[in-house]
C-alpha cells in the first residue's frame, strides 16, 4: 500500500482536457460550432486549441493518434466524460438549447444536489458532461455536515424553461 501523502493544495485546479478525434473539423464543428467554443489557434493540420473566453486553451483536440480512428470498444479503460462547468443555470439552460437545435440526442440528466447536469456524446463518443454547481450554501448535507450527493433525474425541459 503506498503511504499516504498530505492533501494537495485546495487551489490547483483542472487546467485543460485534450481528447485524440478522429476528425479534426468534425470536433470542431461540435465543440466550436454547437456549444460555443473558440479556436484560439490550429497547430498544423492535426490540433487546435479551443477556449472560452480569453484562456489558452480548455481542450485540446488532435488527430496524431487517432486520425480516422475508431472509439474504445466498450469495457475499455479510458476517459469517462469530460466535464464542462458553466457558471449559471441559465448558461446550462442556453447549452441545453445549442445541443437540441444540432439534433445531438442526451444520454441523460440528472440533479446530483450539488449541481445539475447534462450527460450526451461528442462525434467521437467521448462522454460529455454540461453542468452548473448551485451555491455551496444550498449544497445537501446530513446532521453532521457531511456532504449527501445523490442522482435524482433532471427535468431537462424545466430547466429550458426555468433556465
Not at 481542450?59 to 457558471?87: D, M, V
Request: proline content about 7%; charged content about 20%.
Amino acid at each position: 500500500m503506498a503511504t499516504r501523502n498530505p492533501p494537495i493544495d485546495a487551489g490547483v485546479r483542472i487546467g485543460h482536457v485534450h481528447l485524440k478525434v478522429a476528425d479534426l473539423d468534425r470536433a470542431l464543428g461540435f465543440y466550436c460550432g454547437v456549444l460555443g467554443f473558440e479556436l484560439v489557434m490550429r497547430y498544423g493540420p492535426g490540433a487546435a486549441f479551443i477556449a472560452a473566453g480569453d484562456y489558452h486553451h480548455h481542450i485540446g483536440l488532435n488527430t496524431w493518434e487517432s486520425l480516422g480512428g475508431q472509439p474504445p470498444p466498450p469495457g475499455s479503460t479510458g476517459l469517462y466524460h469530460l466535464a464542462i462547468l458553466y457558471p449559471t443555470r441559465a448558461l446550462l439552460a442556453d447549452a441545453l438549447r445549442r445541443v437540441q437545435a444540432a439534433g445531438i440526442p442526451l444520454d441523460g440528466a440528472a440533479d446530483h444536489g450539488v449541481s445539475e447536469a447534462l450527460y450526451l456524446r461528442d462525434p467521437d463518443n467521448n462522454g460529455v458532461e454540461l453542468y452548473w454547481d448551485r451555491p455551496r450554501d444550498k449544497w445537501p448535507v446530513d446532521d453532521q455536515g457531511k456532504l449527501t450527493m445523490f442522482t435524482r433525474a433532471l427535468d431537462a425541459r424545466g430547466l429550458q424553461v426555468e433556465g
